[in-house]
């Protein structure tokens, strides 16, 4: 949509090829429906969230910033607001406003939307080396149709959410015109634990200000730590921190090898603003002021009561012993457990549940500038189809809009 807008803006006649129904499908689910647009911070710092090849993106960065899509969208009736971590969002809390300003420009532009489209193949003329024509295949007349291009922009997306339309189309195109596609990996996805019961007994439990450490025993290297919110699953973790940590696991070197070991585990310090030696005063505090209460229902005011059983279970702590009898040593490891609930990642969560994907067309292959291919003149590339991926936070689609509004102005 974006490159849609800044193509017509210059006046080109732009038509927008969407396989499915209607356009934006991945836009209305992200930020949990509201729309995280993008975030506050300087434009400059944001090549520091992008966990993927992020100098590919200064150019990208200059030419349509975060200010840029924040003042499109006013133009359009949409009012922002800002939130912690820098985030954006629709002062509406929903992302259709957000699609709908899309489409409502759009709309202004002239630009033509076909829908139900599904671009099969990208027809170069070898001789000129410039595109001649998209093959289309409309799943509503079921007839095949060929449609003539000057250019053509890919901005297909990756394979995340596959629901919303993002099944991997652009990278089958980009590789039929000899374009390397580099290994395609979940993002921004729930991690899986060997500790199933665990993480089952827990099931639902979100908690916030906590500190997390993902960490490779073998190495005794710390590789990634973070403070926040964090969700256990049925399956695993979840939570804004755990997404942002699997960003950086996936480029883990030996990385399979360390996981089919149990050589990653996940640390978690439930009480991150209380030293040991504090944690252990408040303890010793609220002990005295129950002594013959069991342990077991001792902590309310210290832990969420669901995850109670399992730290007094990874103390070694009769849970059915009286505060008055727990020993200086018991009440050490209480708080070790406390200060270091343990997990051991497994893996990650399929494709079809991250938040986006990571690789994508080679940047290599593409001119940073324009978004044109170097292989293919008339071809140029938008988004998450291209090798580039960052943190949650409004990051992703910021590369959408700058990415699309560079290879749209550059036609």
């Known amino acids: 949509m974006m490159a849609a807008i800044a193509s017509a803006e210059i ?11 209607s356009l934006g499908r991945k836009l209305l689910i992200t930020g949990k429906g509201r729309c995280n647009i993008t975030s506050s911070i300087d434009i400059s710092d944001f090549i520091n969230n992008i966990t993927g090849n992020g100098k590919f993106l200064y150019s990208a960065f200059k030419n349509f910033n975060n200010i840029d899509i924040i003042n499109l969208l006013k133009e359009q009736g949409v009012e922002v607001k800002y939130e912690r971590g820098n985030r ?20 202004k532009l002239n630009v033509k939307i076909k829908t139900n489209c599904k671009v099969v193949e ?8 410039i595109v001649n ?27 995340s959410y596959s629901n919303t339309g993002s099944t991997g189309d652009g990278y089958i195109l980009a590789e039929n015109l000899g374009h390397t596609i580099t290994k395609i990996k979940p993002s921004l996805v729930p991690l899986e634990v060997y500790e199933i019961t665990v993480c089952k007994n827990l099931q639902g439990l979100s908690l916030r200000n906590v500190s997390i450490k993902l960490i490779d025993i073998e190495r005794n290297k710390t590789i990634y730590e973070d403070f926040g919110e964090m969700l256990f699953t049925h399956f695993g973790v979840s939570g804004p921190t755990i997404l942002s940590s699997s960003a950086h ?8 090898e360390l996981l089919n070991n149990k050589k990653i585990k996940l640390k978690i310090d439930l009480k991150s603003a209380l030293s040991e030696e504090k944690l252990d005063l408040r303890i010793r505090r609220d002990f005295d002021e129950i002594k013959n209460k069991k342990l077991i229902n001792s902590l309310d005011k210290l832990l969420p009561k669901k995850i109670i059983p399992e730290i007094i279970k990874n103390s070694n702590i009769d ?20 200060k270091n609930f343990e997990l051991t990642i497994s893996s990650f969560r399929p494709i ?39 943190y949650t936070g409004g990051f992703n689609l910021q590369i959408a809009y700058s990415t699309g509004f560079t290879a749209g102005s550059n036609f």
């Open 133 to 159: 024509g998209v093959h289309i295949f409309n799943k509503v007349t079921n007839k095949n149709e060929f449609i003539k291009a000057d250019k053509v922009i890919i901005a297909t997306g990756g394979k």
């Open 122 to 129: 990208i027809s170069v003329n070898e001789e000129e080396n």
């Open 249 to 256: 696991l996936l480029r883990y070197k030996n990385l399979e």
């Open 88 to 107: 954006v969002f629709p002062i509406s809390d929903k992302s259709q406003d957000v699609l709908n300003a899309l489409i409502k420009k759009l709309n």
């Open 319 to 338: 849970p059915n012993k009286r505060n008055n009898e727990i020993k200086k040593e018991e009440r050490l490891k209480l708080i070790k457990s406390i």
């Open 352 to 390: 079809e549940n991250a938040i986006i994907t990571s690789g994508g067309v080679n940047v290599k292959e593409i001119n940073s500038s324009t978004m044109e291919s170097k292989i293919v003149k008339g071809v140029y590339f938008a988004g998450e189809v291209i090798d580039v991926d960052a």
């Open 11 to 21: 006046g080109n006649d732009v038509t927008i090829l969407e396989k499915m129904n």
